[in-house]
């Protein structure tokens, strides 16, 4: 029955499943819940193995990801037996509706927060915002991520403008920058880190940009357990935890954007929960 609930479900919403192990019903395995829209990863199955191989290693775990938002809520709200990894705003909006708990944010060279600017094409000193109405922008994120950041950007009071702008989703941020070079989008929204790349690939490019928004620092995704939680997920929040620390497991989480964990602190901590 729950099985064919979430089919159901999928295809509604058009997801695929040929990378959802339903043993996850029948094993006692504990699992990595994987849901972020602040990246465009294209090979879920391919992401799975990577995960499944390292993980088996360390016990009895496995890694499922998700492409669909609601999906993935209904599998952790209904299971308490593994770990999650979601978007620091994700978890926002998910901890008034599910008792879970933050216990590490990712890092990247060091950091654990990044500011997200949207930029495009032709330095001008317009500052008049109704000019982006029905303007194509490129992004690595979906399509909910990428409004919810640009209405932060720009305000509330610009909500109109976001909700007619249309969404090309890229693989990666450069490509959402290379997508606004080639003139397939009209903006594109990315990383700082991102734009530093570009400004050593291609200067040219780089110089011609203006970067008309920038966001409030986030953080890098989060590392959360519910918030009763046994044995078996303490042990696999510990194995999540020490991938940093070893080549192969850093390996693997550059495939979710990240190369790093660091426990949360108070600050931090309150700054999702509030």
Not at 2 to 20: D, E, N, Q, Y
Not at 120 to 139: E, P, R, W, Y
Request: contains cysteine; proline residues 4%.
């Amino acid at each position: 029955m729950i099985i064919r609930l979430i089919i159901t479900i999928c295809l509604f919403v058009g997801t695929s499943l040929s990378w959802i192990d339903y043993g996850l019903f029948a094993n006692p395995r504990s699992t990595v819940y994987f849901y972020n829209p602040e990246t465009n990863i294209n090979n879920f199955a391919s992401l799975k193995s990577e995960f499944d191989e390292y993980l088996s290693h360390h016990g009895p775990f496995q890694f499922q990801p998700f492409s669909d938002r609601d999906t993935f809520e209904k599998f952790i709200i209904e299971s308490n037996d593994g770990v999650f990894i979601l978007s620091s705003w994700h978890f926002h909006d998910l901890f008034v509706k599910f008792p879970i708990d933050s216990v590490c944010v990712g890092t990247s060279k060091g950091k654990s927060t990044q500011k997200k600017i949207l930029s495009l094409n032709g330095i001008t000193t317009n500052d008049n915002f109704d000019l982006l109405m029905g303007k194509k922008v490129a992004s690595a994120g979906n399509e909910e991520y990428t409004r919810n950041v640009i209405k932060q950007m720009l305000g509330e009071e610009k909500a109109h403008l976001v909700d007619c702008l249309k969404i090309l989703r890229v693989p990666k941020e450069i490509d959402a920058l290379m997508a606004l070079g080639f003139g397939m989008a009209d903006l594109a929204i990315t990383s700082e880190n991102s734009l530093s790349k570009l400004a050593i690939l291609n200067p040219k490019q780089y110089k011609g940009l203006r970067l008309i928004a920038k966001s409030n620092e986030t953080l890098l995704p989060i590392l959360a357990t519910p918030k009763h939680r046994n044995d078996n997920i303490d042990l696999l929040l510990t194995v999540i935890e020490k991938m940093g620390t070893n080549p192969e497991g850093v390996t693997k989480l550059k495939m979710l954007g990240i190369d790093g964990w660091k426990r949360l602190g108070k600050i931090e901590k309150t700054s999702l929960e509030d």
